[in-house]
């Protein structure tokens, strides 16, 4: 019964939405079977659409992670290097994409590349916190075991921090996640001409030709695209650390 | 020469004095119970004698045998199995057999459980199988046994009584009727800056009850002196 | 190819060895769309190969930065208006203009039928992206502060133009009006032009100092633009092709709407000294240029 409530809502919602819809014209609310319609007529467009959207979120995700972590990992070995960069770290998640991107553009050309940059930005924080946070959150008492057996700061590292650091991260990276579809959205709004064809692209060429019915489309896709992801999120996290959390801490 | 405290001081980074040259020898083969109130600095003590501290005045001697320390929570690793945890101190570089260690403390069977799947008692059993997988000289611990409830507690008591004897060991406790019936001396301690304010010998055979005679005087002497 | 031609730096050299065609890569500042068409029918119709050339149109969108491409040597012709291109000079982007597509500026204000007649007579809500020369241009002309007129943002959607009557937008004539009113509505559209805002439109940009091949691909150039004038089917086939929203019959009512704004008074592809001293100077009343870059290099003359 519990696992119906979520679908529950939904059609509540559905119907809903279909009730307010109908009274308006579709230029402005299109009904659910008007965004399906339009959906599955174009629906080479919006497959293509969202497939590359979904490649440039996880490659933003990818290269956010990499340097993220990487970081993560240099300043917990150097509180100066730390202290030296973090306010860097944290201006990069102030930079407004929509206004870089299209400098983006100069640098890189159209097309995925500005994509993949604007997530990988806009997904970069809150992977760093989280990992600085998770590497300093081991049990000072094991600290202390690794220590007396004569660990070194590697093995402190590979064989505690990171796996004490493994919660940390995941609920970084549920935030992130979302972050990184939508920084790769909004790098395509100016960085993508349409080949190939971007769910940001697509948002602003069906909002230029008022073909609203197609941007409901093209919303919904790259909702589902979130929630993929947010799904695969859970389930490694549930794999991996779900067993260990069992019963005491 | 199991332990040697030696005109030991040690002071916080902020100043606070918490031993002021002390000196303590705890001798080889015996169980030195260490009692006193909480705050007293026992718990600190415990961690200079294992070197994780290093004093600010004086000097800690230790044996050169292995040194192994059993902690107040088990601090099992969660995402290791037990005998991956119990195999924690030959990975990082120490010998030791990890199957004999789990035989001594009866978890053989539970070797590949998740620490989350096992008892409290169960865990408090592995934390002492990682101490003794070394067979190490000197065992040291801090309240090992607070965070039982009193039936488990007897039973990982006994367990630890048989597989402890022979080596040195140190255990700092809160609760004086425990002291009397582990320990073949009791160190009563106050402070800060922790000074010792009575050192008894027992020489009473075991095992020890605590209702036995003779041991209730034993436990009233040694309150007296908290 | 891209990074290839970027790696061997500058314009592209024509040897006297040199007997292929010469590769152009032009950067268009929208979407595929009519307001292009003659670029394409340059492809389509063998105007370009024959000159010579080898032309490869990339399409652009939103803020399309095509003056920063052409100046970066990832393409080697832009697109722009006559205002971005003096915008961008000012701000020490050597380019000049070398062909105009529109003698006309297509850009306005989209109004309903029953709307207001005139740009004196705008009042309400305009959706226009704020800050724009244009917007400033217009709101000081017309004192839009002090009549209380409220510009928001354009969100690039006319939904809510069309869900209320007195609503009012800007607009180029290449898109909004003929979408308007295959959508139902009944639309007013008022010139930039009239209003004394009048940029060359759909400019052809290269790099200041021109490359070699320039002057004969502006002829090249003007010869598709004559030929898409005549005959606009098979550049927007290719048009409706890449951009799916851009149908044929919207295609046909833009083609129609647009070609007094491509001929004008002067003729396809003339540029005057007045035409360009009229805009320099409204730009700099406004206080938008302030380097005094000769304005003799702003465009070619052949």
Known sequence: MKRALPLLVAIVALAAWWAVAARMPPVLLPTPLEVAESAWTQRDRVGEATWTTFLASLAGLGTASVFAIGGAALFQRSRWIERALYPYALLLQTVPIIAIAPLLVVWLGYGTPVAITTSAIVCFFPILTATNQGLRAADPAQVELFRLYGASRFQELRLLRWPSALPFLFTGYRAAVGLSVIGAIVGEFVGSNGSPASLGNLVIRSAGSADTPLTFAAIIASTGLALILFGTVRLVEARTIGRWQGGSE | MGVRFESTSFHWPDGTPLAEELNLEVQTGAITALVGPSGCGKSTLLRLAAGLLEPTGGQVTRSADPCAFVFQAPTLLPWRSLRENVALPVELGASGDVDAALADVELAEHASKLPSQLSGGQQMRASLARALVTSPGLVLMDEPFAALDAITRRRVRDTFLDKLGGRTVLLVTHDVDEAVVLADRVVVLGGPPVGIRLDLHIELPRPRRVHDAGLGDLVRQLEGAL | ?302
């Open chain 3, 1 to 302: 190819m891209f990074w290839l031609l970027a790696c061997t730096g500058g314009e592209v050299e024509t040897t006297p060895e040199w007997t292929g065609p010469i590769p152009i890569r032009l950067a268009l500042n929208w979407f595929p769309e009519a307001e292009f068409g003659g670029f394409y029918e340059g492809v389509l119709g063998g105007h370009y190969e024959r000159a010579g050339f080898e032309v490869e149109i990339i399409p652009g969108g939103p803020g399309a930065p095509t003056l920063q491409l052409l100046r970066t040597d990832q393409v080697e012709a832009a697109i722009t208006a006559a205002d971005d291109l003096l915008l961008k000079r000012d701000k020490r982007l050597m380019v000049t203009a070398a062909w105009p597509a529109f003698q006309l500026a297509p850009n306005g204000v989209m109004v309903h039928a029953g709307g207001a007649g005139s740009f004196e007579d705008l009042e309400g809500t305009i959706a226009i992206e704020p800050g724009s020369p244009m917007e400033t241009y217009l709101a000081q002309r017309y004192g839009w502060d002090d009549k209380g007129v409220n510009r928001v943002p354009y969100s690039g959607s006319i939904g809510p133009f069309l869900a209320d009557e007195a609503f009012a937008q800007q607009a180029f004539i290449t898109s909004e009006p003929c979408i308007a009113e295959a959508k139902g509505a009944e639309v007013r559209f008022l010139r930039a032009a009239d209003a004394g805002w009048n940029p060359y439109g759909s400019i052809l940009a290269v790099t200041q100092p021109p490359p070699p091949w320039t002057e004969d691909f502006v002829k090249a150039t003007h010869t598709a633009w004559e030929a898409y004038i005549a005959d606009p089917s098979r550049a927007n086939a290719r048009i409706s092709e890449l951009n799916p929203d851009m149908t044929p019959a919207l295609l046909e009512c833009i083609t129609k709407k647009q070609e007094p704004f491509l001929v004008g008074t002067d003729g396809l592809g003339a540029m005057t000294e007045v035409r360009w001293r009229q805009m320099h100077d409204t730009l700099e009343g406004m206080g938008l240029l302030g380097n005094g870059y000769p304005l003799e290099d702003a465009w070619l003359k052949f």
